[in-house]
């Protein structure tokens, strides 16, 4: 699966850092940014969650959720979310099932090693459930102002 972009977001149901169900269906009628990162407690991985948070203000005032995805436990996201001071919920996807379904579960190569992992990517589903904007393979520490960008624009329309 290449790309989602305006397609209808494949549904899911996963539990947060405090055990809380998330599903798509909870959203409906808000734009969702639903970010897709490797692991908890990783530099690149809490780079990203920080700048998330930090902007998580200017989000809120266009009416944008956001939600973290990895393969990690509730109870890493848990230690996480407290270590960092995470202000929004982080999805458990232990078994890759939703990191398959949006096509971030993907083979990669570290130092000349392959491995099986998720693909940084970031997934902005509007209001009707439909996948508006898409980011793959992102580097943490430039898109999320992008991101931010995007959205103004695409809510100031």
């Not at 209808?8 to 940014?33: E, I, M, N, R």
């Not at 509007?126 to 931010?148: F, W």
Request: glycine fraction near 8%.
């Amino acid at each position: 699966m290449d790309t989602l972009l305006k397609k209808k977001a494949p549904a899911f149901t996963l539990a947060d850092q405090d055990g809380k169900k998330h599903s798509l269906a909870d959203y409906a009628g808000k734009y969702l940014v639903l970010y897709f990162y490797p692991k908890d407690m990783t530099s690149g991985c809490t780079i990203e969650a920080q700048l998330f948070n930090e902007k998580l203000s200017e989000f809120k005032k266009l009416g944008v959720v956001i939600c973290g995805v990895s393969p990690d436990s509730v109870v890493s996201h848990k230690k996480f979310c407290d270590k960092e001071s995470l202000d929004f919920p982080l999805l458990s996807d232990e078994g890759h099932k939703i990191c398959d379904a949006y096509g971030v579960w993907k083979e990669k190569s570290m130092y000349g090693k392959k491995y099986v992992g998720v693909e940084r990517s970031t997934f902005v589903i509007g209001p009707k459930g439909i996948v508006v904007l898409e980011y793959r393979k992102v580097s943490p520490a430039d898109h999320i102002e992008t991101v931010l960008s995007d959205i103004t624009n695409l809510t100031s329309k």
